[in-house]
Structures are given as structure tokens and as C-alpha cells.
């Protein structure tokens, strides 16, 4: 039987987002990394002033009110940003207008599933290159592959590390293609790697709403770059790509840093506290600059612990690939959340 697809999309996998239970489900979820405090109260009561005029126009395809508070939050000009449905909206986006083909899309792995879908739809050949002990980035083997796309997510997920400033510079240097740092975690790290958007055109720096923001629900995140390297996404973009009331949702939620901050300060305690009791049960836990812990339990497998904890109501996300089999990736609750996680741990498995 003929196929109805492209031989790449019949032939790839499909990225597999991580179990979404209904909200009101008695779950406790720390599979997907959202934030577990609600969005900015400034966020929320944006939408008791909205009225139908709101959806019965078409929203404003640049998202121009939401640039201006992004502009003013980080200290770039407007014109340097580009906003989508969500950043992997923005990576899609960069897919699309950069890669195909031999013009390849890089990445050290592990990383991000949904570099790789992406290439696989356009399809644009993927080059994967492993992270060097306790993820040193592998600069010169980057280099030496001089993709048309070069994707960090730094902190990286699953691992949670941050790829110092310095390594994703001298890599920005050396690079002809575009250089991709996916920032979707920095809320809760110590360095960001936005000055490298002023040092290089080849650079875009991206940045969700997602995590930090509380708002995965509300589907937001941009890029900053200069504008030589957005015109050309801009051509990619669908024209409506943000919704109205995403826009100004999203622009109270920016405009709320003291709010955001304070609840990732709250993440980064209990972040702490997390590594500290799985620990003392055994765990191998791996340093962490985002909301979530990469762990190696100390016995059993981790399949069987991602499953057990399943069932008694405790969702955390368990990759079945080379390298991260034995591993689990437990996003930081509330401290009540984390006191559950560790509580079933040690009455299940006598950690
Ligand atoms: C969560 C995540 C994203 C996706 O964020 P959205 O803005 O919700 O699309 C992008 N990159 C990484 C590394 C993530 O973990």
C-alpha cells in the first residue's frame, strides 16, 4: 500500500510528549517540569478585563505589546525579539527556515528530544554528538561539524546542567550556522548566556513562559537575536502565531519579574533540599540549575521505581534510551510534593 506521508515522516517516531492527567486528577505531577505556584496574580487578572472584542479580531501578528514588556524585562530592543506559541514554536520555526538536508542540525547529546523531530520532519540530517565527562561540551567536535543549526539547551535537560557562557562563546566564534541556546530553565540558574546575542548575528538566545512563568498551559516563549537573523524566521512564522490573549497574559506575567523570581527562589530551596534526602537514600543525584533532579536510584531498576510510583499517584519521567535507562528525571514540587516522593521511595523500597 502506498503511504500517504513523505518517507521521513511514514519512517520517524514522533516526539512523545509526558503524560498530561486532566487537571483536578489527585496526582502528584513531577514529570513535565511546570512550576508547581500559580502564574503571576497581575497574569490572572488580566483575563477578568478581557472582553469579546479581544477574540473577535485577530491578534497582533508580532505580539508587539508583549516585545515592548520582554524588551523591558531583559534590556534588549523590541526589534530583537521573536515570539511563538510556545518556544518549541520558535525552534520549529528555526528548523524550517535554516535546515534541510546536508544543511544538518547538531546537538551533544543527551538533550532535548524534539531537536531531533524536528530535523526529522523537515527533514534535515541530524548529527548527535555526546557529552563529555560530567558534560563538558564538545566544542571542537561541534566546530568541526559547522552545522547549518547548532542546538544547546543549557541548563540541559534531562542533565540539568549549565553550559558555562564561555564554552557556548568560543563555540558562537568558530560557528558559520546558527547557534541555538535554549534557555528554557534559566529561571532557576546562575548564568544566562544573553550577552552573546549583542558579541554575535549568528546567535539566538530562547526563552519560555513555560517553567519560571508558570504558564506551560498558555503556550508562550520567544527568541532574542539580531535582527538580520530574525527576518529571515519572520518568513517561517505562521502570521497569527500568538493568540490575544496569550499576548497579554504573557506581558503582565513579564512584567511581573519580582513575582517569578521569588517563586523560583522558593524552587531552589526546595531544589536543595530534594537532592539533599534522595542522597541520604542513596540516590545519585546529579547538580541541578533548573527545576528538576536527573537521579540514579541506588538499587532495583529505574523503570520499575517510575512505574511503582505510578501507581500510588507520583508521576516522574523515565526515558527508556542508551545512557538514561537506569536514571529518572523528578521535577521540584512544592516541599509537601517532594515530602510525598520521598516518603513512597523509602516505604516502597526501603531506600
Ligand atoms: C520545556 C522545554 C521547552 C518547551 O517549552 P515551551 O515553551 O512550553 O514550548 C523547550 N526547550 C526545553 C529544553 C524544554 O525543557
Redesign the pocket.
Known sequence: MTSFFRPNIESMAGYVPGEQPKPGTPIIKLN??ENPYPPSPAAMAVLQTLDSEWLRRYPDPYANEFRQAVSEALNVPANWVIV?N????V?NVIVRACGEGDRRVAYPMP??V?YRTLAEIQPAKTVEIPYGEDFQLPIAELVAENAAITFI?SP??PSGHVVPTNDLRQLAAQLSGVLVV?E??VDFADETALPLVQEFENVIV?R????GYSL?GL???FGVAQPRLLEGLFKVKDSYNIDAIACLVGSAAMRDQAYKNACAEKVKVSRAQLALELKQLGFRVWDSQTNFLLVQPPMGDAETIYLTLKEQGILVRYFKQPGLSDKLRITVGTDEQNQKLIQLLFAHFGF
Open positions: 513535565t517540569n511563538g510556545g518556544s518549541d514554536d525552534l538533550t532535548y524534539l539547551a540541559n535537560s535554549d528554557a530553565y530562547i519560555t513562559l513555560s517553567k506551560a503556550r508562550l516563549g
